[in-house]
């Protein structure tokens, strides 16, 4: 069966254009071919890279975020509580109104108490900012080095100028070394990032970054099957154009450097809008959807592929109602609104809430005794106005 399955899914009419078989793809000597089995290096490529990234982000980044005043916020802890800390660990972390008032009557406590037991709880889980920071440098450095590595490998092939040249001979297209390292380098720091999302930081397009993860994986994988290596290449160097922005933003905000993190914020935005939504559909878009029917006629792969590279730009639009959002605010405000795609969840928002509601019970409360007092006060003077004293010491009213 499994002999079966595997002889369906490489039939040479899903990978290849018509009148291409996998017999005119075989290797030589002096001419070699993307082969499926090679991407199985990604994998312990990815843990190499996830070994290298703890110890970068323990002995540089971390030191480094103290230097650079990076402070964690001090959230008070949830008090120990084995009824409440039993419901979280097993059943939710945020529970509804009814099951509030039933964990109250359990814990014989109000339950606006059991309400911010809960929401201290979530806090004390969620990530510090020095973790934010040392993943953001991680990411950074990543980048530079990816996107500098596919400048280096790309600007003297011919497909970087003319787009037309990525299907010159296709699919008979050499595969040459220097584009098998940087297309592994991409596949092998894409699938670290899917083996360490349970630990990284979860922002709130945290599925939209799921299906963006899933996607590049599985473009990067058919598109060295299917020997889409070229247009593979423009489409990573494209993105770790505007990435290599987006992580120092993210740093100098967690520093506090609030004029220079918006100026780095409005040049990523520019690149990212310019990358993502121009050079990107014509570039990439355009090309696979047009260039490549002067060659072959379409076929399964040829639908897949754009299937795979229009989910990408949908993601490109997502993001970029979201930039253009924040830019717009800024504009009007002249201050950088919090990054939508933040981590920043209810639990600080309720805290802050909190805080000014006692803030301004503490003030009605206190505008209350004055008045009270007042009232009082006046009351009695006019209740002293009205009685008169006699001269032998008793008291007539008026």
């Given at each position: 069966?499994?002999?079966?399955?595997?002889?369906?899914l490489?039939?040479?009419?899903?990978?290849?254009?018509p009148?291409?078989?996998?017999?005119?793809?075989?290797?030589?000597?002096?001419?070699?071919?993307?082969q499926?089995?090679?991407?199985?290096?990604?994998?312990?490529?990815?843990?190499?890279?996830?070994?290298?990234?703890?110890?970068?982000?323990?002995?540089?980044?971390?030191?480094?975020?103290?230097?650079?005043?990076?402070?964690?916020?001090?959230r008070?802890?949830?008090?120990?509580?084995?009824?409440?800390?039993?419901?979280?660990?097993?059943?939710?972390?945020?529970?509804?109104?009814?099951?509030?008032?039933?964990?109250?009557?359990?814990?014989?406590?109000?339950?606006?108490?059991?309400e911010?037991?809960?929401?201290?709880r979530?806090?004390?889980?969620?990530?510090?900012?020095?973790?934010?920071?040392?993943e953001?440098?991680?990411?950074?450095?990543?980048?530079?080095?990816?996107?500098?590595?596919?400048?280096?490998?790309?600007?003297?092939?011919?497909?970087?100028?003319?787009?037309?040249?990525?299907?010159?001979?296709?699919p008979?297209?050499?595969?040459?070394?220097?584009?098998?390292?940087?297309?592994?380098?991409?596949?092998?720091?894409?699938?670290?990032?899917?083996?360490?999302?349970?630990?990284?930081?979860?922002?709130?397009?945290?599925?939209?970054?799921?299906?963006?993860?899933?996607?590049?994986?599985?473009?990067?994988s058919?598109?060295?099957?299917?020997?889409?290596?070229?247009?593979?290449?423009?489409?990573?160097?494209?993105?770790?154009?505007?990435?290599?922005?987006?992580?120092?933003?993210?740093?100098?905000?967690?520093?506090?450097?609030?004029?220079?993190?918006?100026?780095l914020?409005?040049?990523?935005?520019?690149?990212?809008?310019?990358?993502?939504?121009?050079?990107?559909?014509?570039?990439?878009l355009?090309?696979?959807?047009?260039?490549?029917?002067?060659?072959?006629?379409?076929?399964?792969?040829?639908?897949?592929?754009?299937?795979?590279?229009m989910?990408?730009?949908?993601?490109?639009?997502?993001?970029?109602?979201?930039?253009?959002?924040?830019?717009?605010?800024?504009?009007?405000?002249?201050?950088?609104?919090?990054?939508m795609?933040?981590?920043?969840?209810e639990?600080?928002?309720?805290?802050?809430?909190?805080?000014?509601?006692?803030?301004?019970?503490?003030?009605i409360?206190?505008?209350?005794?004055?008045?009270?007092?007042?009232?009082?006060?006046?009351?009695?003077?006019?209740q002293?106005?009205?009685?008169?004293?006699?001269?032998?010491?008793?008291?007539?009213?008026?």
């Amino acid at each position: 069966m499994a002999r079966s399955l595997n002889e369906w899914l490489w039939q040479h009419e899903f990978w290849l254009p018509p009148g291409i078989t996998w017999e005119d793809m075989k290797e030589s000597e002096d001419v070699h071919y993307p082969q499926p089995h090679d991407l199985l290096l990604s994998i312990p490529f990815a843990l190499i890279l996830i070994v290298i990234r703890y110890f970068f982000e323990r002995t540089v980044a971390l030191p480094l975020s103290g230097k650079l005043g990076v402070r964690d916020k001090l959230r008070p802890k949830a008090q120990p509580n084995p009824v409440l800390e039993t419901f979280y660990t097993t059943h939710c972390k945020n529970p509804k109104e009814g099951e509030l008032i039933n964990l109250a009557k359990q814990c014989d406590l109000p339950v606006r108490k059991v309400e911010r037991w809960f929401r201290r709880r979530r806090n004390t889980d969620r990530p510090s900012l020095s973790k934010k920071f040392c993943e953001a440098c991680w990411r950074f450095i990543f980048y530079i080095i990816s996107f500098f590595t596919g400048l280096a490998v790309l600007y003297d092939k011919p497909w970087l100028w003319d787009h037309r040249e990525c299907w010159t001979g296709y699919p008979q297209q050499p595969l040459q070394p220097s584009l098998f390292w940087y297309y592994l380098l991409e596949l092998s720091f894409y699938c670290s990032l899917v083996f360490t999302l349970p630990f990284d930081v979860k922002r709130k397009d945290f599925k939209e970054q799921i299906v963006h993860h899933a996607a590049t994986i599985f473009l990067i994988s058919f598109s060295y099957c299917a020997n889409y290596i070229r247009i593979g290449t423009l489409v990573m160097v494209i993105h770790d154009a505007s990435d290599c922005f987006l992580e120092p933003t993210k740093i100098l905000n967690y520093m506090k450097w609030k004029k220079t993190c918006n100026c780095l914020f409005m040049i990523f935005s520019a690149v990212f809008l310019i990358s993502r939504l121009v050079i990107y559909p014509y570039t990439v878009l355009y090309n696979t959807y047009y260039y490549s029917m002067e060659i072959f006629q379409p076929f399964f792969g040829y639908y897949f592929v754009n299937v795979l590279l229009m989910t990408l730009q949908l993601l490109h639009v997502f993001w970029s109602c979201l930039i253009i959002h924040m830019v717009y605010k800024f504009m009007l405000q002249g201050t950088m609104e919090k990054d939508m795609r933040s981590d920043t969840d209810e639990s600080d928002k309720d805290e802050e809430t909190e805080k000014v509601q006692e803030k301004e019970k503490n003030g009605i409360t206190h505008f209350n005794n004055i008045t009270s007092k007042n009232c009082i006060q006046r009351n009695g003077s006019q209740q002293q106005n009205k009685r008169t004293h006699l001269t032998n010491g008793h008291a007539k009213d008026r």
